[in-house]
């Protein structure tokens, strides 16, 4: 399933990184956050299919693809859905560094619920990713980039991305996938809704 999305989520790193220049918020972050949020609203997305059974869980373990010169990890953003986006950007920072140093444990790179793959700082505008077993589910980011766009009868231009969710059909059909996905759409339009829940 492939999403576009105009992401008003830009503005609200811009300005928050203004006010925190040390922070270097990243475009991750908030998709990070927006899906663990996704989730929360769409429990049925957030399971994994074991062996003969579906297993849901309560938090948004997010698994967040690096690439290393060993090829990709996943290093787990543990209850992502409970932590604010300055501790995932802070955490993402240093699971990201440790990752490529070949110092993550193992029990900090398994057991995700939910994984998130962007290759927007590669230029990548869209891609299909491959599910990492037993999750049901992983986002694929592209990148963010001014696109015309139509609004109130004028074509103006505005930040976009392009997101491609991949499911296991055991555990996530077509329907609910899309639902998660006009969920995760709409709060990266109006990045707001996070400091509401």
Do not use: W
């Not at 995700?112 to 700082?121: E, H, P, Q, R």
């Amino acid at each position: 399933m492939v999403m576009g999305a105009e992401c008003r989520a830009a503005d609200m790193r811009a300005a928050i990184n203004e006010l925190y220049p040390d922070l270097k918020l990243s475009i991750n972050d908030i998709v990070i956050k927006v899906a663990a949020a996704a989730l929360v609203q769409h429990p049925q997305v957030n399971a994994s299919f074991q062996e003969k059974t579906i297993r849901y869980y309560e938090h948004a373990d997010i698994g967040v693809a690096v690439a290393t010169e060993n090829g990709l990890i996943t290093p787990v953003v543990r209850g992502a859905d409970e932590k604010s986006l300055l501790d995932i950007a802070g955490e993402v920072r240093e699971l990201a560094e440790r990752a490529r140093s070949r110092k993550l444990k193992p029990e900090e790179y398994t057991g995700a619920t939910f994984s998130i793959s962007n290759l927007g700082m590669f230029g990548i505008d869209e891609f299909t990713a491959v599910i990492n077993p037993p999750e049901g589910a992983i986002l694929a980011v592209g990148v963010m980039m001014p696109r015309p766009v139509a609004r109130d009868r004028e074509v103006v231009i505005r930040q976009t991305m392009r997101v491609t969710m991949s499911c296991d059909h055991r555990v996530i059909d077509g329907a609910v996938g899309a639902q998660f996905l006009r969920t995760f759409k709409q709060i990266m339009e109006n990045p707001l809704y996070l400091f509401l829940v």
